[in-house]
């Protein structure tokens, strides 16, 4: 006997009151009378379903499924919308398995939609070809799902042949086939999409009006976006969080920040996805601080972050190479929860190597719990950028291990890293062998790379040959590094080759009138310094300044060369010249070659003393408490000469130094090793020279030199040059300090060791490193 009409109107009744009001208990009530009734009736049970599913008690919906002893499509199709409401996609799709309740057109789409979520072309496709066999592949709800399918699925042959075989499509399936498109960077088949919805605008809804701008964006088309801009302000879409967003993103990347703001300013409602779209155009257009501005703003208005802004925040961050601000942001980030997140990490990764604090990028790195290309990439370059070329070299070959498959942006890493060992033979086979392989097309960064390797090691007119063999005769950025190369190698006739060309292709390039100008004053030419300035003048071209700039608490300082006007100038030149005497005692000898004025060697002197990065560094010796590290940035590339002045600075000063390139991190134990090799490549070149031949002897002489310095640099230079036995290192400290006179200065000793290559070595020596004759050791080629 079946349930009356009556009883079923009023459990339905009370069952769709009860999910309204999410009365779970008064559900159950209804349910458990169904029960004692029974009677089996598939209306009440289907919507015991619905009930249990707008509860969110999924389980329960299932358990009454699989209990019911027949079943309608109604019931399929309930429990599958209940599982892709929960993002239970696989679940929806397992239910096909027992699909003895009919597959109509609702359970399809359904069915279908579930399948492009977890990206199933299988299961999609087999859909499909149910819904062709039951004649339902034109029904609308089908078409639009099997399209997003296909779309997700990145099948867009099979959707361009649904979209073609259908006689009328609506506005769902176009913006599908757009947005398929330009995931798939076929920006030439959204384009043909875009002008056939152009006739169609007044059937556009809000998602259109974000597939269009998306298009705009791919294509930088500001002037189609302006155009579909002013459709929404007709329409009054602007106002809407989503249009106004994509408006937003579609100005910031056409490089319009400004109008990316007033378009936000006017939103009535500002959600965390239009408040980072506005941070992101700022970013990207290098308004760093009008960035990190707007996320102060963001958190005043209440509105919390996601793990998406605070990495265009942390990027900002990297690009003002602002550390302290960063390390803020990653402490917001631990605090609520973001810390581990993806897009988090390899934005503090960026922001650390950018930093100059390489170690915390590698921590990062490793607390990782998922890891993508991305964060490959930004351990890599990381290395690369800070000269650490071993390491982005071993954290590539993990990547290779981790079966990640290498990018573009990886390739420019690992030839960077190339360029800096020397590696000649393994970079071109990174370019033409494992690029393709991995498919990736060569870009010009790459080449430009590949230039620099060549340059690095001298074959300067192989470089040549490669640049104008491999399409990038016309990028600047090649040449002005050959050209730079041949300023070092002093190879002044392709120089002036190589400089016409640059001047062929960018008649006012600052950089090229630069270098041109440094290679006459090293060949002392200074006519042609003349001549290279005047026709700067007339060309109106200015030299950039070299600025540097320091944060000391909350202020940034900033110096230039020579000075004169800071307050603490008085303070800072007494420490420079206090600096530049304790650094002199342990060997430093001004590089007057890298001052290129035609003035006397002490007029050089001077102008290299007051270089901004030596009056920054002084200043922040001053003003800083001892221990804490010195972080400099600068403008320009910085001159050997500081280079080597930071380093024994460092030295002498026991501090951590981040150079001002930004590519070094020089430390105390660093500095007295580079220190040795300083001194041994200054004092005996010759010598040094007949080293790197023959790798037979290895002499240093020790005139008198600091005891709080060199007796330790020495020690480590024995110790790292020289693999002795570990039970001759106290002999060898012992050695050393017997050598020291009352006045703790070394007795002009000199030492000499004779090293064969496998053999038992003989040492003659002063009479005080008697106790070091006999040592045995496996020859290592000396630190030179």
Same mark, same amino acid.
């Given at each position: 006997m079946g349930v009356s009409v009556d009883q079923r109107r009023v459990a339905v009744a009370v069952l769709r009151a009860a999910a309204a009001a999410g009365e779970l208990s008064l559900g159950k009530a209804v349910h458990a009378r169904v029960i004692r009734a029974a009677r089996f009736d598939v209306v009440q049970y289907n919507n015991l379903i619905a009930f249990y599913v707008k509860c969110g008690r999924l389980g329960l919906a299932r358990q009454v499924f699989d209990a019911m002893p027949s079943r309608n499509p109604v019931s399929g199709n309930l429990l599958m919308s209940g599982y892709a409401s929960s993002g239970r996609h696989r679940d929806a799709l397992a239910l096909l398995r027992v699909a003895d309740f009919g597959l109509n057109e609702y359970v399809l789409s359904s069915a279908v939609a579930a399948a492009a979520h977890v990206r199933s072309y299988d299961m999609g496709r087999q859909c499909h070809?149910?819904?062709?066999?039951?004649?339902?592949?034109?029904?609308?709800?089908?078409?639009?799902?099997?399209?997003?399918?296909?779309?997700?699925?990145?099948?867009?042959?099979?959707?361009?042949?649904?979209?073609?075989?259908?006689?009328?499509?609506?506005?769902?399936?176009?913006?599908?086939?757009?947005?398929?498109?330009?995931?798939?960077?076929?920006?030439?088949?959204s384009a043909r999409i875009v002008r056939s919805m152009v006739r169609k605008v007044e059937q556009w809804d809000y998602v259109s009006y974000v597939a269009v701008l998306g298009h705009c964006v791919s294509t930088k088309g500001v002037v189609l976006g302006s155009q579909v801009h002013c459709q929404a302000l007709k329409r009054r879409l602007e106002l809407n969080v989503y249009v106004g967003s994509a408006l937003v993103d579609m100005y910031g990347k056409c490089d319009y920040p400004h109008d990316a703001n007033r378009v936000?300013?006017?939103?009535?409602?500002?959600?965390?996805?239009?408040?980072?779209?506005?941070?992101?155009?700022?970013?990207?257009?290098?308004?760093? =601080?009008?960035?990190?501005? $707007?996320?102060?703003? /963001?958190?005043?208005? *209440? &509105?919390? +972050?996601?793990?998406?802004?605070?990495?265009?925040?942390?990027?900002s961050c990297a690009g003002l190479a602002s550390l302290k601000i960063g390390n803020a942001l990653g402490a917001c980030t631990l605090k609520t929860g973001h810390w581990g997140l993806l897009p988090v990490g390899n934005a503090l990764m960026n922001m650390y190597s950018k930093s100059g604090s390489v170690e915390d990028a590698r921590r990062v790195f490793l607390s990782m719990p998922y890891r993508d290309v991305v964060s490959w990439n930004s351990i890599i370059t990381g290395?690369?950028?800070?000269?650490?070329?071993?390491?982005?070299?071993?954290?590539?070959?993990?990547?290779?291990?981790?079966?990640?498959?290498?990018?573009?942006?990886?390739?420019?890493?690992?030839?960077?890293?190339?360029?800096?060992?020397?590696?000649?033979? =393994?970079?071109?086979?990174? $370019?033409?062998?494992? /690029?393709?392989?991995? *498919? &990736?097309? +060569?870009?010009?960064?790459?080449y430009t790379c590949m230039v620099g390797l060549l340059c690095r090691v001298g074959r300067l007119d192989e470089a040549e040959r490669f640049i104008e063999s491999n399409c990038i005769g016309t990028d600047v950025v090649a040449w002005r590094s050959l050209l730079n190369s041949c300023q070092v190698y002093r190879n002044y006739g392709l120089g002036h080759r190589v400089a016409e060309q640059i001047f062929q292709l960018k008649p006012k390039d600052v950089g090229t009138y630069v270098l041109l100008s440094n290679?006459?004053?090293?060949?002392?030419?200074?006519?042609?310094?003349?001549?290279?300035?005047?026709?700067?003048?007339?060309?109106?071209?200015?030299?950039?300044?070299?600025?540097?700039?320091?944060?000391?608490?909350?202020?940034?300082?900033?110096?230039?060369?020579?000075?004169?006007?800071?307050?603490?100038?008085?303070?800072?030149?007494?420490?420079?010249?206090?600096?530049?005497?304790?650094?002199?005692?342990?060997?430093?000898?001004?590089?007057?070659?890298?001052?290129?004025?035609?003035?006397?060697?002490?007029?050089?002197?001077?102008?290299?003393?007051?270089?901004?990065?030596?009056?920054?560094?002084?200043?922040?010796?001053?003003?800083?408490?001892?221990?804490?590290?010195?972080?400099?940035?600068?403008?320009?590339?910085?001159?050997?000469?500081?280079?080597?002045?930071?380093?024994?600075?460092s030295l002498a000063t026991s501090r951590k130094i981040v150079d001002p390139d930004g590519n070094k991190v020089i430390n105390e134990g660093k500095a007295k090793y580079r220190y040795c090799k300083h001194i041994a490549k200054q004092r005996l070149p010759n010598l040094t020279s007949e080293l790197m031949k023959r790798g037979k002897h290895f002499i240093l002489i020790c005139n008198p030199l600091n005891i709080l310095t060199f007796p330790f640099a020495f020690y480590d230079l024995l110790e790292q040059s020289f693999p002795f036995y570990n039970m001759l290192k106290r002999q060898i400290k012992d050695a050393i300090f017997r050598t020291l006179n009352a006045n703790g200065m070394f007795n002009n000793a000199h030492i000499r060791f004779t090293l064969t290559r496998g053999k038992k070595v003989t040492s003659g020596m002063s009479p005080s490193f008697q106790p070091l004759l006999d040592l045995k050791a496996r020859f290592a080629a000396p630190y030179c």
């Open positions: 070809g149910h819904a062709i066999k039951a004649g339902l592949a034109e029904h609308p709800y089908i078409c639009n799902a099997v399209l997003h399918m296909y779309c997700q699925c990145a099948y867009m042959d099979e959707a361009v042949k649904v979209f073609e075989n259908v006689s009328s499509f609506d506005v769902c399936a176009l913006n599908s086939m757009i947005n398929g498109f330009l995931n798939r960077g076929q920006i030439d088949g936000f300013e006017v939103l009535p409602e500002k959600n965390t996805i239009s408040w980072t779209a506005v941070m992101t155009a700022y970013t990207q257009n290098e308004l760093f =601080e009008d960035a990190l501005q $707007l996320f102060l703003d /963001m958190e005043m208005e *209440g &509105v919390r +972050p996601n793990e998406f802004t605070y990495a265009v925040a942390l990027n290395y690369a950028h800070h000269g650490r070329a071993k390491e982005a070299m071993e954290a590539f070959h993990d990547m290779l291990f981790a079966e990640e498959v290498p990018s573009y942006i990886t390739f420019i890493g690992v030839l960077s890293a190339c360029a800096q060992l020397g590696l000649v033979d =393994e970079g071109f086979y990174y $370019l033409n062998t494992m /690029m393709k392989e991995v *498919g &990736v097309k +060569p870009g010009k960064e790459h290679m006459y004053a090293k060949a002392n030419r200074w006519d042609g310094v003349v001549k290279v300035r005047k026709l700067m003048r007339e060309l109106g071209i200015r030299k950039e300044p070299g600025v540097s700039w320091i944060q000391v608490g909350s202020e940034v300082h900033v110096f230039t060369s020579e000075d004169k006007k800071h307050p603490y100038m008085e303070q800072i030149t007494e420490k420079l010249q206090e600096l530049i005497d304790r650094i002199k005692v342990i060997g430093y000898a001004p590089n007057i070659a890298v001052a290129l004025h035609d003035v006397e060697d002490e007029q050089k002197e001077e102008h290299l003393m007051y270089h901004s990065e030596k009056i920054a560094l002084a200043f922040g010796l001053i003003h800083t408490p001892k221990g804490e590290t010195i972080r400099i940035m600068k403008n320009v590339r910085i001159c050997d000469d500081c280079h080597v002045a930071i380093k024994l600075m």
